[in-house]
């Protein structure tokens, strides 16, 4: 069965550092996503991607981060200069279509902390 | 503000007892979706419901939305120690496709 893929699983950097998260969405899909989970929180939204640009952002999503689709294949997160609140979960997720009933498969996550 | 409040929090049960977890919104959901978390892994989809009064089916788990789809219910029969997780429930933002993310319950099922 198809599935989103991340690397690096765990990522160790430090503040002030530039990070790239990469993640591989399911082949056929159109919509694509970033949501970040501190340790004991809620999984938030980050920013949505569609048609080779960003449809929707959240608060979180600020100037230090950006995305990009570089090739048919990758969808990657970039922080600018890491802060140490940057320390969560980071989840790629994919889904084939938007609007109602849009299901959204989600990656294993990378784990990013920030000394 | 959407919300999206899940209860009890933490539940935890002895193998082969059932039990029933709530997601609850004052908001009208387009859709509800329903993951399964373990520690230090990506949220696993389980079931996407849509209509009104909805059930869903998936083995031992049954999902109901609400007629209003401003709650659902997931219903585990005869739990299993396999279940042990964090179930979270989820919709899309009004006018948007990014899910909002209920709060969790963490469930314990003991051998």
């Known amino acids: 069965e198809p599935e989103v893929t991340q690397t690096p699983s765990h990522q160790v950097t430090q503040m002030g550092q530039e990070v790239i998260l990469r993640c591989v969405p399911i082949?056929?899909?159109?919509?694509f996503y970033w949501y970040r989970q501190i340790l004991g929180q809620k999984v938030e939204f980050l920013v949505s991607f569609y048609n080779n640009e960003i449809s929707e952002k959240s608060e979180i999503f600020d100037d230090q981060f950006s995305v990009e689709r570089p090739d048919g294949s990758n969808f990657t997160l970039k922080i600018r200069s890491t802060k140490l609140e940057d320390s969560a979960m980071y989840f790629c997720a994919s889904g084939l279509a938007g609007g109602r009933g849009n299901t959204q498969y989600f990656g294993p996550g990378t784990r990013l902390t920030v000394l | 503000t959407q919300l999206l409040e899940q209860s009890p929090q933490f539940l935890s049960i002895q193998e082969g007892e059932n039990l029933t977890v709530y997601c609850n919104s004052s908001?009208?959901?387009?859709?509800l979706q329903w993951y399964r978390q373990e520690p230090g892994e990506g949220p696993v989809l389980l079931v996407t419901?849509?209509?009104?009064?909805e059930v869903k089916k998936l083995k031992r788990l049954t999902f109901q939305f609400g007629d209003a789809r401003k709650d659902s219910s997931l219903h585990i029969t005869a739990a299993q120690p396999g279940d042990t997780g964090l179930y979270l429930c989820?919709?899309?933002?009004?006018?948007?496709?990014?899910?909002?993310f209920g709060t969790g319950t963490r469930l314990t099922v003991i051998p």
């Open positions: 419901v849509v209509t009104g009064g």
């Open positions: 082949s056929n899909h159109l919509y």
């Open positions: 989820a919709g899309p933002q009004t006018g948007a496709n990014n899910l909002f």
């Open positions: 908001s009208v959901f387009s859709s």
